[in-house]
């Protein structure tokens, strides 16, 4: 058995680390929703923190653009925001109660994000034009989105229990999952050419073909609450589970392995409550713990 081994990054403050991504300068940039601010890391454990000038912004999820920036969400402000390697920020203002949440690089050159408020896909170019594509389902609640391998964008539908795929044309098709209460949030393309998602309201992990077959894998605790996920290089997916603050990993055949989160050093520390997760350039996983620490895992 391959041993293990986690280091644990404090975050000064109540600052809640949320949504994480590998920057193009060799860092890795976290979302601090609780400071309305981001965090640059770098694998060294040298961090940055870059405040937004609004505390109460709600910065969720973040992604590396297509223009060697990063973009992220501003769910409670109804932004989407921008930061440059060298902390350059701007940001774009949406229509009020659009919450963004969700945002990925798409295929043609602009960001696509949800609005989880409005319960629409959100298009934005890398100079700020925004458009928007309604969906077909009210109160959805549009959660994560990634770009497929078709060349779509996918996403989750939280309150609808369902996927949704949008052409960069804005052809929306949407896929109901096989059963109520699956509630899924996170998704991404994995190596196997299929969308992997979280089941937060089951405790499963989801695997759906361009077709849309679905399969799901349920997790030993079915109040696990499994979060967000991530395709890794070695073949399988890696998510977090937060209502157990553990990593696991899911092999496309669906066997899984899991990895208790380290908490906090101090006795009667709070459950660590992962989130976003992330390769860095190191080839060590990243997660952003809300309770106030990203853990680096090591393979």
């Known amino acids: 058995m391959t041993e293990t081994r986690f280091t644990l990054l404090p975050v000064p403050g109540a600052a809640g680390p949320y949504g994480i991504t590998a920057g193009p300068d060799g860092a890795l940039w976290a979302t601090l929703v609780h400071a309305g601010a981001l965090l640059r890391l770098d694998p060294g454990g040298r961090s940055t923190v870059h405040p937004l000038g609004a505390p109460d912004s709600g910065p969720s ?171 890794g290089s070695d073949g399988g997916c890696w998510y977090t589970e937060w209502g157990t603050g553990r990593l696991g990993r899911i092999t496309p055949d669906g066997r899984v392995t899991g990895h208790p989160l380290p908490a906090g050093d101090t006795p009667g520390a709070p459950a660590p409550e992962p989130h976003g997760l992330a390769f860095g350039p190191d080839g060590d996983l990243y997660v952003a713990l809300e309770a106030g620490a990203v853990a680096r895992f090591t393979p």
């Open 61 to 231: 999820v973040i992604t590396a653009g297509p223009d060697g920036a990063l973009w992220f969400t501003r769910m409670r402000d109804d932004r989407i925001g921008r930061i440059t390697p060298d902390g350059t920020l701007a940001d774009y203002g949406l229509p009020a109660g659009s919450a963004p949440f969700g945002i990925t690089a798409g295929p043609d050159g602009a960001l696509w994000f949800t609005a989880s408020g409005t319960g629409r896909i959100g298009r934005i170019t890398v100079d700020g034009q925004v458009s928007a594509f309604p969906l077909p389902v009210e109160g959805a609640f549009p959660a994560f989105i990634t770009a497929g391998a078709d060349g779509a964008l996918w996403f989750t539908l939280n309150q609808a229990d369902a996927l949704g795929r949008i052409t960069c044309d804005g052809d929306v098709t949407l896929f109901p999952l096989p059963a109520p209460g699956a509630a899924p949030v996170g998704i991404a393309a994995g190596p196997d050419g299929a969308l992997w998602f979280t089941e937060i309201g089951a405790g499963r992990i989801g695997r759906m073909l361009p077709d849309g077959t679905v399969t799901e894998f349920p997790l030993a605790d079915p109040g696990s609450r499994p979060h967000a996920v991530v395709a």
